[in-house]
Structures are given as structure tokens and as C-alpha cells.
């Protein structure tokens, strides 16, 4: 068995010194993905996250945070689908927890975005306004004075 070192570069554009994850096609450490390819490689499951670039094959070139979201959206139920699937005392402890840890991944960046839509809409600022503005109501009759 011959190892290998990860292919992919580090984010100052330096290549990844790292040894890659055993069966991965690039080579890629755990940093850059490498257990997500493991884990889909064991179970068969692969085309579910074919390679890192993935995303960028579903979006349109002018996309916007909806479609981002559909997108997660869509990538959450097909990762709870493929834990529906396996889920059982056949399956490999590690499998599952690198595909519960996916989940969890998509999960964070989902409502995050869920969080940063709501925020460009205005819609937060508008909750956060009157919430001042009742409060500088209630201390305004309660000291008797115009705030």
C-alpha cells in the first residue's frame, strides 16, 4: 500500500502537507475532506457527496442566498435519508458518526443562513426597533418624562 499526501492547498495557497485519508480519490486529509469521502466510499453512498467542488454543480452562476438555502435544504433531507438507510447495529461506529457529523455541519450553515436572510430582509432590524421603542415608551410613563 503506497501513502500518499493530501492534494489539496491550504488557504495561503501552499499544498497540504497532510497525510491522506485512506481511500480517497483525490487524496485528501480529514482537513480537507477526506473523512467525508471515506465515509461515503464505506457505505456506497458516494455520489451523495461526489467531491468538495459539489455544490458549486448545483447553483447557477447568479444564485442567491435562497437558492444557497434550497440547496442545504435539500443536502439536510438526503443526509437524513442515507442515515434512515443505514442506521442499525451492522453499521460501523465511525461511519455514523462522520455522516452525524455532515449533519450537524449542514445544519450550522443552514441556519446560519436562515439567520443572515432574515437579517438582509430587515425583518430583524424592524423586531429590534420596536422592541426599543416599546421599552423607551415604558420608561417614558414611568419616569413621567418624553423619551
Known sequence: MVSRRCTALCLD??????????????????SHGGTEWAA???????????????????????CDIDAVIDLLYRRERLLDDLLDQIWGPDVAVRDLANLLRIH???????????????????????????AIAQ??????SELGAEL
Do not use: F, V, Y
Open 40 to 62: 461515503a466510499a464505506k457505505l456506497g453512498k458516494r455520489s451523495i457527496l461526489d467531491c468538495p467542488d459539489h455544490a458549486s454543480r448545483d447553483l447557477p452562476d447568479d
Open 104 to 130: 450537524g455541519q449542514n445544519a450550522g450553515r443552514l441556519g446560519r443562513l436562515l439567520r443572515d436572510r432574515q437579517a438582509l430582509s430587515g425583518e430583524a432590524a424592524d423586531g429590534i426597533s420596536g
Open 135 to 140: 421599552a423607551l415608551d415604558e420608561l417614558s
Open 13 to 30: 495557497g501552499t499544498p497540504c502537507r497532510a497525510w491522506a485519508m485512506r481511500g480517497t480519490e483525490p487524496p485528501r486529509c480529514a
